[in-house]
């Protein structure tokens, strides 16, 4: 059996990931990281050299001297990592749309043949069967999609002069289809993730996520009772981001006002 990270158990006990962002990713996981120098600095109480003793957050919270600090940073790496797992599998979307692409290729070129075979008998019985759309799958692997695509291509290349002067068909789309195979064969295994994987990612980014944020507002809660008297301390542990979001509010709301007088 692995050994699994200690969040796991209480990222798996969630009903349901919680977690709305209110700010910008990277400043939820830096304000983080500065709590955890805070709570370095101002767990536990102290005296100085002169006898004035500072509390510390342990009056609040006796988790401040011990775990708290190091839980913070754990959650921040693995929210890290994990984001990274949730990007790399966004090459799903963009496969799907390949994918989409590869067979309408497959269809458009394949109506162009089969019309051809009807008129001027240039397709071969052989050939014809190899049309048949029983082999197409939406379900079939990014590798048998590109065998598929190349084998309808291959097989109008020769009649090329002919297609051309169909006026429903549109010749670029031979050269596409060309370009199409050498992207889907060139997609590595561990980027053909599906749709799942990206949800499953994204499901523990944000589980971890409010995990982090239940810390963060442990923090904030036993600095606001600790130090309610120490606003200089105080303001370290607030929400920069947070204050400038609350300041652009209030100034819109006076413009606001300001042109409703202006409106009177």
Known sequence: MTNQPWWAAEATALPQPTFQGRAP???????????????????????????????????????????LGEEIRSLVDAVQATHREFQQT????????????????????????????????????????????????KGASHDHLAMRLATVADMAAPHREALRALASFEESMLDEAILVVETLRRIPARSRAPSEARKEARDLRDRLLTMLETRVRRVRAAARFVFQDRPEILDEVRS???????????????LDGATEGEGT
Do not use: C
């Open 240 to 254: 920069r981001y947070a204050r400038r979001a609350r300041v652009r509010v209030k100034k819109s709301k006076a």
């Open 90 to 137: 966004r090459t799903s979307a963009h496969n799907s749309l390949l994918r989409a692409r590869a067979r309408m290729l497959i269809a458009g070129i394949r109506r162009a043949m089969l019309w051809l075979s009807d008129r001027d008998g240039v397709v071969t019985d052989a050939e014809r069967a190899a049309l048949s759309p029983a082999s197409d799958s």
């Open 25 to 67: 990713l990277h400043v939820i996981l830096d304000e983080a990281i500065g709590l955890v120098g805070f709570v370095a600095r101002y767990g536990r109480s102290e005296t100085d050299g002169q006898g004035k003793q500072r509390p510390g957050l342990e009056l609040a919270d006796p988790a401040m001297r011990e775990t």
